[in-house]
């Protein structure tokens, strides 16, 4: 009880809302002395605004005297409200195994969720041929959950059957459910919105073109603590992974942190402005923000194809998506600013619809996650990621996402084989491993490419050259 009670102390002091109730802290040694001399009468419970974890906790309860013979002990470890139910898997916070994973083929397979890999502490070198390293924004917001933030989970998710699922999931569904893409939600509050659009605003003389994208602006988590802040916010991850039924957690190469696609303004007659084609992503997940009041625009929908196994399907990518699989098309429409849409891109093709008419640019920021499972398959592109981020980034970036996930299998040999284990299991568990590190080898040597192939629309290059 005193090492869970330092741990939640060490959690709630850095809360600013916390200390501002008025609560006088007590340090660490006279709360265990406390606790020693008191011994099991005492119960410390936190209650929390809606939405809110422990690190927005707004108060401390008061300490009720409670005979340990009249009430049960408190559970070890202590249990918070969350923004929604979770599955046993996704409030998983540190290193740990999980049961192994049955698929729906029958087929077992090893599960060892990792502690996510931590930011850089060494900011990489500044883009193109610049030796300086990466500054920072120096007038940077400082990230607020309390105040950026305005959780509202979404009342339901869509499998990877494309079937409406409600949201908390009921119990029956959880086991073996994958997500295709979730319902809209509200994440970021006015002033979250506000205070995400002014770092964009700060950085947008580093955006840039792609083949697919006309204007996007890239690498802001090494420039705005804010954005780091945010997309490791623990409140927002929790909800994220509900949703996915898994422990999830910010994509390791960071060049993805809160990616930005900037649009622009269309008047009524203008050639449409093309966002983003039909694709599907290079990273497992995506949580697709809005920052743009889409209410006066046409256009710029979020659209799916509710299809399967159109990954690397070169077959059907080279035909697109044609007229006979229109009914298959869902269009998702954003209810306002600071609304989400959590989709697992790396499977589902989507695109954002051409904006026909648009009082403002269409802005939206995309935040990348992966599983937490090391023994998930990684549908991280290499390639991609060389195309448009600076090579001395990107190949450092997926060396070091390759060694995380390798870093895990091997704890997993190191810390949960049983003894006795068949050793044709072993041998197959280091031979996962190496074949991941070979592949990743010769994918940053360029021995091998790992293109992900798109679906090209009509009118794009003339609207590259404007």
Known sequence: PILWLKQILHRVVVSESFAQSGFTMLTMRQLSKLVRETGPVFRFGFKGNRGMGVAGASRMSTITDVKASESPPPSFPPIFPTVAKMPKTAVLSDTSSTPEVVGKD????????????????IMPYGYGVSRHHISPMELDVTFDPALHLQIEAPDGVVSDDFDDVPFPMPEGVKDGFNLAFSKPFRLLSDEGVRALQSVIDANKHFAKSSERIPRC???????????????????????????????????????????????RPVKKGEPPAIVDQWHVDSVDYVCVIIMSDLSQSVGGDLQVLCKKDVRDNLDFLSKGVTPDLEHLVRTIQYPGKGHAIFIRGSHVLHRITPVLEALEPRVSVVNSYMSRNVFDADSTRYRTFVEQDPEHVSKVEFSRHTAWRVQGMMQYITQEVEWGTPKEELASLMRKAAADLEKAAALVNQEQDDILTWIKEEGVDEQMLK
């Open 106 to 121: 029958g087929v077992k397979t090893p599960s060892y969720v990792m502690e996510p890999p931590a930011f850089p502490r």
């Open 217 to 263: 602006l890239r690498g802001l988590g090494y420039r705005s603590k804010f954005v780091r802040d945010l997309n490791f916010d623990p409140q927002t991850i929790d909800l994220l992974s509900a949703m996915a039924g898994k422990p999830v957690a910010p994509h390791g190469m960071h060049m993805n942190m809160s990616h930005t696609n900037l649009g």
